[in-house]
RNA sequence: AGGCGCUUGGCGCAGUGGUAGCGCAGCAGCUUUACACGCUGUGGGUCGGGGGUUCGAAUCCCUCAGCGCCUACCA
């Protein structure tokens, strides 16, 4: 460092640093590394997104962990990439498409949108990743993947197949959650319940075979009234039970007969008699339970809704071509007209609503595939017994809740952009037609079952014969070159046979993101060196959409145990990671979530630009205790930002003052060492001590704090200034000592500081020289590979004499300055002016000690005599080491000083009380553990001592 | 409805049985030869309410309240 501005300009050294360090290839993991593996798989961003403050919560601790793994002497992957965000990415193109050229994706068809998709992502895929680039992500960008890459499509393909083989993939017609805008199905988890205000209605039907009994039927939905197919009533109500097989006339479509709106009084258990009037409608086509219900009474089904969530002609003249929520309200009108129409009450209920589009969505039958998810047991008992580790351990809990009530998992979606579904199907008029062209592909296919799965029509019995058949063939397209494949879907598409039109839940790819990533089904020197990986960092939101699913797969198809087909290797225990540590949620200083309608989110590339990537990442993590949300608060980044200047500065000091003569790092004289040099070197020591325990506890906020007490309190606010009493003497042997000292804690404190700020301690690494003598790949290069800092063993104690009674010693010497500054303000002193001390020891004091005593207490003098006398009224202060006097006849405001000692007397009898309370209660006395009671004695000796040195100072006032 | 979490000075948090702490903000002062992105000093809390266990409770137990999150087919 020759030239050293006098504060941190972090925009000159963040970019140079890291494209240092790319071009050294210092991320890029060897899997013949001899050192022990320590990985991480990024939870892939959506290729769509822009980083965001929850990214660089996570991201910094991804970081963080990576790069102590480094310094700990570990090979270490992060594995980086995006994934293609299969809705999100779609209505993206869509809305682009519809903006710039006025069409929609049909107007362009499937195979051109798709063009369009992938032109998207090649010009902005990588936005994301630059992002994160500037945030001083240590990924190994050499292994970056998309969800979307060829090699990667292969896995989520095959993994299908196996799947299917198994029969754990199935399709069905089934009551989905159903979005209206995106017109796709999804899965249960992405459905967000959201408390709803609307309104209970209350209306009236007649009972068709007793038309003086009417009865009240209570629903949020009366818009699905041309819906029902039954009126339910629990068939333990003694109210209703007996009108059960009779029937009521369904007040809607109002223009159909009266015979045609006839439906059924049917008795079931489901209902509750207690909640609203006891009668349930039952809208089978529409409504999940009542779906269930319908299934056990044999109900018809009446589709009244489309797919994008507006009624159809079965709904009746008035309310067809409605929207659902326009039809609601016309419904009660008709109703009203009617007079069936009783009451309308304010009524809060959940309504599900499509995590994307933010609709309500709309239950809706219909086929789509499904999983039952695999490995279920395994995955449940390797968090149960501890194996793999969640942090905080609580999200166990929920976690286990969540396999224990796991439902079949839809993986369809009616869209595009995505991987499609590869399985083709033909119809056949019945059985009987289909063995010709089986006969064909059996032919084809012979051997092949690896990537064939056929389906076989279920026949039961002889007549089966004659009814229709679907046939199901699943392929896995692009498994090889070996033209197989391409063969057999030239020869079913010729035979006739379509391919499923769908796509696959993008999770169903994130899903396998830990072994994909490296190669599977290979087995490559990747996977061979780093799964299962070490640590995964996620959000709790995704536990269930990624973090449970991930485990599965791991289990299915890395696994020993089970009969996944062929592997090529397989693991005793595939659990693909071993930690899980779960962050909180970034929110606002008011507590909000962030949001982009709020508005409350601010841009992490803004803040970069004026505080720097380190001062974001320190002061987010300085924030993030573990398990606990994050208030996202900009004054912590400013604080970030001091703090890097901060040790910029106290980086310049050791240049200014060790000039040309003193070399980088010599060697400390054990013999010279004073006692604040070996105070700093112990709380050096714990330092190190506390920052490891933490960082193994992922305890992130804690490892800050205690970096930040050590460097600025510690080594700053005392050591530095109390050093400036060797470097303003004239004891050269002294002040080389002193540069040792500085160099080697300088030298230990950047490490320790490096995985939380990457840029600056690389550059004051090499700009301090500390890199100069170390080994290339020990922090010679870098400091990312330097050696993480340990804690000092007893011999190295030894040497230098580290006795923990110079923390003690050199505590009570701070104490004595604070407190001698103290007298200065109680005895109204202009701070600026300079004033003499005088000091009476108890016992031997160094010239060193008193030099640094009149330096920290900015004396003009320090006059150590132990036969002083005080002029009556000098305020002092005591302290174990002696007392401090302030001689300043006639300045001292008297009042001011008996104030001050009152105060004084006042609280040190008022702690002698407390003890003596205690030490006067013989149950106290007589059950407490000797050390405590120890403790207690010598608590009230030091109270007492002070109170009367206190108020002897106060008599000589008098 | 159930589960989990939170409640400590104005704000954000640490403290999990033995003298209530930290940071920010506040206040007073300071161009002290690394740093005003700084230095020095300082005020401020009966630890959400109530009850219990204990010699002793912010800490353990019970209970109530408020806030937040997750799970759930109550129309």
């Known amino acids: 460092m020759t030239e050293i501005p006098k504060a941190y300009e972090p925009q000159s050294v963040e970019d140079k640093w890291y494209d240092f360090w790319l071009k050294q290839g210092c991320f890029t993991a060897d899997p013949k590394s001899a050192k022990p593996a320590y990985s991480i798989v990024i939870p892939p961003p959506n290729v769509t997104g822009m980083l965001h403050m929850g990214h660089v919560l996570n991201n910094t601790i991804q970081d963080i962990l990576s790069r102590r793994a480094r310094m700990d002497g570990k090979e270490v992957l992060w594995l980086p990439g995006t994934d293609h965000a299969g809705i999100a990415t779609q209505v993206m193109v869509e809305k682009q498409l519809k903006k710039e050229e006025k069409k929609s994706r049909h107007d362009l068809g499937r195979e051109e949108f798709l063009k369009r998709v992938w032109a998207w992502k090649e010009k902005h895929g990588d936005i994301i990743i630059n992002q994160l680039k500037k945030l001083g992500c240590s990924c190994d960008w050499t292994r970056e993947r998309f969800t979307m890459d060829p090699e990667y499509s292969r896995c989520v393909q095959k993994v299908f197949v196996e799947l299917y083989k198994k029969g754990l993939i199935y399709r069905g017609k089934r009551m989905v959650n159903w979005c209206p805008v995106s017109q796709t199905a999804l899965s249960d988890e992405e459905v967000e319940m959201k408390p709803q205000n609307g309104f209970m209605y209350h209306f009236k039907v007649q009972v068709a075979e007793a038309p003086d009994t009417w009865l009240t039927i209570a629903t949020t939905r009366p818009e699905t009234i041309p819906g029902d197919t039954a009126v339910a009533v629990n068939p333990k109500d003694p109210r209703y039970a007996h009108l059960i097989g009779k029937h009521i006339v369904r007040p809607l479509p109002a223009e159909l007969p009266q015979d045609k709106k006839l439906i059924p009084i049917i008795g079931d258990e489901h209902v509750d008699f207690e909640f609203g009037t006891g009668v349930l409608k039952v809208t089978p086509a529409h409504d999940k339970a009542d779906f269930d219900i319908g299934t056990r009474h044999k109900l018809p089904l009446i589709e009244v809704i489309n797919a994008d969530g507006t009624m159809n002609t079965l709904a009746g003249g008035p309310l067809a071509g409605l929207d659902r929520f326009k039809a609601r309200k016309v419904a009660v009108e008709i109703l009203t007209e009617q007079g069936a129409m009783i009451e309308a009450k304010p009524y809060e209920n959940n309504v599900g609503f499509s995590q994307r589009a933010d609709v309500p969505i709309e239950p809706r039958l219909s086929e789509q595939w499904f999983l039952k998810y695999p490995a279920v047991p395994e995955s449940k008992a390797c968090v149960a017994e501890g194996r793999m580790k969640f942090h905080p351990d609580r999200w166990a809990k929920v976690y286990d809740h969540w396999l224990a009530n796991i439902q079949d998992w839809c993986i369809s979606r009616q869209l595009w952009w995505g991987h499609r579904i590869p399985v083709w199907s033909k119809d056949y008029a019945d059985h009987l037609a289909s063995f010709g062209d089986s006969d064909k592909i059996d032919k084809a296919t012979r051997g092949r079952n690896d990537f064939v799965v056929r389906t076989e029509p279920q026949i039961k019995c002889a007549e089966d014969n004659d009814k229709p058949a679907r046939i199901y063939i699943c392929i896995s397209p692009d498994a090889s070159a070996d033209s197989d494949q391409k063969n057999i879907i030239q020869l079913i598409e010729s035979l006739g046979y379509k391919q499923d039109s769908d796509v696959l839940d993008t999770w169903f790819s994130s899903w396998l993101w830990p072994f994909a990533t490296m190669g599977w089904p290979e087995p490559t020197e990747t996977l061979k060196k780093f799964y299962p990986t070490t640590d995964l960092v996620t959000g709790p939101d995704i536990i269930f959409f990624w973090v449970a699913r991930m485990i599965m797969a791991g289990y299915e198809f890395m696994g020993e145990a089970e009969s996944a087909g062929p592997k090529k290797f397989a693991l005793p225990d595939a659990m693909p990671f071993q930690n899980v540590y779960f962050t909180g949620i970034i929110r606002d200083k008011q507590g909000r979530k962030m949001s982009k309608t709020l508005g409350n989110s601010p841009d992490p590339l803004v803040l970069i630009a004026q505080y720097g990537a380190d001062a974001l990442r320190f002061g987010t993590m300085r924030s993030a205790p573990l398990g606990q949300d994050v208030l996202f608060d900009e004054k912590d980044v400013e604080l970030g930002r001091n703090f890097c200047n901060k040790l910029w500065n106290a980086c310049r000091f050791r240049q200014m003052v060790g000039s040309a003569d003193f070399p980088i790092q010599g060697e400390i004289e054990r013999t010279l060492l004073n006692p604040d040099d070996k105070w700093l070197l112990l709380k050096l020591d714990a330092a190190i001590r506390e920052v490891t325990i933490a960082l193994n506890e992922y305890k992130f906020s804690e490892a800050t704090a205690a970096l930040y007490r050590f460097f600025w309190n510690e080594y700053c606010d005392w050591y530095v200034e109390a050093s400036k009493a060797v470097f303003f003497g004239t004891d050269a042997k002294q002040k080389a000592n002193t540069l040792a000292v500085i160099d080697f804690v300088l030298s230990h404190t950047i490490r320790l500081f490096h995985p939380f700020l990457p840029f600056i301690t690389e550059e004051l690494w090499h700009g301090m020289g500390f890199a100069t003598d170390m080994p290339d790949n020990q922090g010679g290069k870098t400091i990312m590979n330097a050696p993480w ?74 006059e150590v005599n132990a036969d002083y006398l005080p002029p009556k009224g000098t305020p002092v202060v005591a302290s174990p080491l002696g007392e401090l006097f302030l001689p300043l006849e006639g300045l001292i405001d008297v009042a001011a000083e008996k104030i001050r000692l009152g105060k004084e007397i006042e609280k040190n009898q008022s702690e002698i009380v407390k003890v003596e309370q205690k030490l006067a209660n013989p149950n106290f006395t007589t059950k407490v553990p000797p050390a405590v009671l120890v403790e207690h004695e010598q608590r009230l000796l030091d109270w007492k001592n002070k109170l009367a040195q206190v108020q002897t100072a106060l008599a000589a006032l008098n």
């Open 789 to 862: 800092p340990l804690p000092f063993d007893d011999d190295f104690k030894g040497h230098y004499g580290l006795d923990d009674c110079y923390v003690e010693m050199t505590d009570t010497k701070y104490e004595l300055v604070r407190n001698g500054r103290d007298l200065r303000r109680a005895g109204n002193i202009q701070a600026a002016k300079k004033v003499k001390y005088v000091f009476k020891p108890a016992q031997h004091l160094t010239p060193h000690d008193a030099e640094v005593i009149k330096l920290l207490l900015n004396a003009e003098a320090l």
